[in-house]
């Protein structure tokens, strides 16, 4: 049990790494802030990344929405990019893993998306159903715009690993590979090298699916590109909403989500072009102590408010990274966020990862 810093409430729900309850979250005040950035502070030392995005230099980062300025020889956010002598420089992009996932496969939008469902055929799929056979080539980007305490991924952070260009990452699609889904980390600090992929990919005049798995904090002219990319290849853009308050996502991933607000509401717009399959899908993972019933009834009302009918995937949550003596989602979390979703008005509310609820 860990007693809340600001108030002395004790719950098993309240992590050592972040000792504040979800009330005095919301409530944000200073003390709460101070102790927020702590954490963060302690989580980013490990990995010698800057504990928030720096705002002092002359030096502006044109790729996320943290838009970090940064003096010579300082470092922005994602650890990729940096100033020298008044100009952004970069380590350099295609920081990557990749494997291969046999379809039918257990991504975030698995449950509507044209690999795995009967969405999209003829146009954009091989088969009436899920494309058993044919398998999704899965790219892992190792950087990330975000720092989420409970990051599942969190590995990435321990190295770079090695550049692949996308020259090189295009060789990897042969005939039985039907889609592509760039994901990590995020795919964001590294957009550029997704976007110059797939237009070398639109060379190959066969059916491709590209999406991104994204915390959606993309600057808005990259934003624009993706769209047109998952719209025309018949892929997707799943958001991945950690929150709606924004004092929560700061106290969850030690940023503000108003561009990947922003950005979502941007999307929106274009689902009428391709309605099925889907283009835009939205999940949250469901963090027992931080992210509660309210929330997801606050993130399911701002969804509904664009399209109902935009898939809504409720992700259940395993103990990680500064996280791990939080316990799995209950399963009386689990439906009840699933109640709440379709309460608000959503029509496609689907469970994930529901192995989790098992153990």
């Known amino acids: ?38 954490s963060h502070k302690d989580s980013r030392a490990s990995f010698d990344l800057p504990h928030k995005p720096p705002k002092n230099g002359k030096v502006e980062c044109p790729m996320c929405g943290n838009q970090c300025r940064m003096e010579d020889g300082e470092y922005g956010f994602c650890g990729l990019r940096y100033a020298k002598s008044g100009h952004l420089r970069t380590k350099g992009v ?3 893993d990749w494997y291969y996932d046999p379809l039918p496969t257990n991504c975030v939008a698995s449950f509507c998306c044209a690999g795995c469902t009967e969405s999209g055929y003829p146009k954009f799929s091989y088969a009436d159903g899920p494309e058993f056979g044919y398998k999704n080539l899965a790219v892992f980007y190792r950087a990330c715009s975000f720092d989420c305490l409970f990051c599942q991924n969190y590995h990435f952070r321990e ?17 039985r590979t039907s889609c592509v889904c760039f994901f990590g980390g995020d795919p964001s600090p590294q957009i550029n090298h997704t976007i110059r992929f797939a237009e070398k990919a639109k060379e190959k005049q066969r059916k491709l699916r590209i999406c991104w798995e994204t915390n959606g904090s993309m600057q808005l002219p990259y934003l624009k590109k993706i769209t047109k990319i998952a719209l025309e ?10 929150a709606y308050d924004e004092k929560l996502n700061y106290a969850l991933c030690g940023v503000s ?7 979502f509401g941007h999307v929106s717009h274009f689902i ?50 500064y996280f791990r003596d939080i316990p799995v989602t209950s399963r009386e979390l689990a439906y009840e966020a699933y109640d709440a979703a379709l309460k608000e008005g959503l029509t496609n509310v689907h469970i994930g990862n529901k192995h989790l609820l098992l153990l």
């Open 257 to 263: 989500n108003k561009t990947t607000i922003d950005n």
């Open 233 to 242: 290849s018949g892929g997707c853009i799943k958001f991945d909403l950690k």
């Open 1 to 38: 049990m860990v007693a809340c810093k600001i108030c002395s409430k004790k719950s098993e729900l309240i992590s050592t790494s972040l000792p504040i309850c979800i009330d005095c979250i919301r409530e944000g005040s200073e003390r709460s802030l101070k102790i927020i950035e702590r």
């Open 94 to 96: 295609g920081w990557l």
């Open 272 to 321: 009428s072009e391709r309605p099925n399959p889907p283009l835009l899908i939205a999940s949250t993972l469901l963090v027992p102590g931080y992210i509660d019933v309210k929330e997801i009834k606050r993130i399911a009302r701002f969804i509904a408010q664009f399209n109902p009918k935009i898939p809504y995937s409720l992700l259940c949550f395993h103990p990680q990274f």
């Open 159 to 175: 190295s770079l690993g090695k550049r692949v260009s996308p020259e090189e990452l295009l060789e990897k699609v042969d005939e």
